[in-house]
């Protein structure tokens, strides 16, 4: 399965909104009837972090500026208000056809 | 404290072998299934492989398959991969991350650099 995210680069004011979009080439709802769906957040030199799992189950000290959403093919990552910790790659992911497959990373920098 | 350490990248000639070893605390082990993923130098994230809870089943993407090997050792706390053949295009930065049950990966270690270079 494909995954394909938009823009590849977003430079963001600070305090502004912010959105990447994922899509991917199959419908990503499981025989449970689950979508597994989920979002990382990379800033520079550390590991992947989690934000999201199943679309919109927000991880633990993820702050609430951060919201997930979608459905079938179409996700959708959005920062309300954009703030200097948020810069790094963020990657969508999906976890319902294997192998589990990883959208390019969507660069968030500061204007 | 959900803790992982990989350990055991290295430098290593085209079609040699490594071993990358991963301990993990904090959590039972032997209660999760497990995870590779790597990323090459500049570039974005890549699957390479599962095991299941026991070892008894694993996963691999296919550009690894007949290649890398993972395995794990519940009475150590510990996850494998051993790679053999290995190409220019394995460079990467390998991560072990602790699968969740929702299809998806919770916890990262720090990741270990792997470099295939004559």
């Known amino acids: 399965v494909v995954m394909t995210q938009s823009p590849l680069s977003l430079p963001v004011t600070l305090g502004q909104p912010a959105s990447i979009s994922c899509r991917s080439s199959?419908?990503?709802?499981?025989?449970?009837?689950?979508?597994?769906l989920s979002w990382f957040q990379q800033r520079p030199g550390q590991s992947p972090r989690r934000l999201f799992y199943?679309?919109?189950d927000r991880d633990s000290g993820v702050p609430d500026r951060f919201s997930g959403s979608g459905s079938g093919t179409d996700f959708t990552l959005k920062i309300s208000r954009v703030e200097a910790e948020d810069v790094g790659v963020y990657y969508c992911?999906?976890?319902?056809?294997?192998?589990?497959?990883f959208g390019q990373g969507t660069k968030v920098e500061i204007k | 404290e959900v803790k992982l350490v990989e350990s055991g990248g290295g430098l290593v000639q085209p079609g040699g072998s490594l071993r990358l070893s991963c301990a993990a605390s904090?959590?039972?082990?032997?209660?999760?299934?497990m995870s590779w993923v790597r990323q090459a130098p500049g570039k974005g994230l890549e699957w390479v492989a599962n095991i299941n809870k026991d070892g008894s089943a694993s996963n691999y993407v296919d550009s690894v398959k007949g290649r890398f090997t993972t395995s794990r050792d519940n009475t150590q706390n510990s996850l494998y991969l051993q790679m053999n053949s290995l190409r220019a295009e394995d460079t990467a930065v390998y991560y072990c991350?602790?699968?969740?049950?929702?299809?998806?990966?919770?916890?990262w270690g720090q990741g270990t650099l792997v470099t295939v270079s004559s």
């Open positions: 199943k679309i919109s």
């Open positions: 904090g959590f039972t082990f032997s209660n999760y299934w």
């Open positions: 991350a602790r699968a969740a049950a929702e299809n998806t990966v919770d916890y």
């Open positions: 992911m999906q976890g319902t056809h294997w192998p589990w497959t």
């Open positions: 199959q419908s990503l709802v499981y025989y449970d009837g689950n979508t597994y």
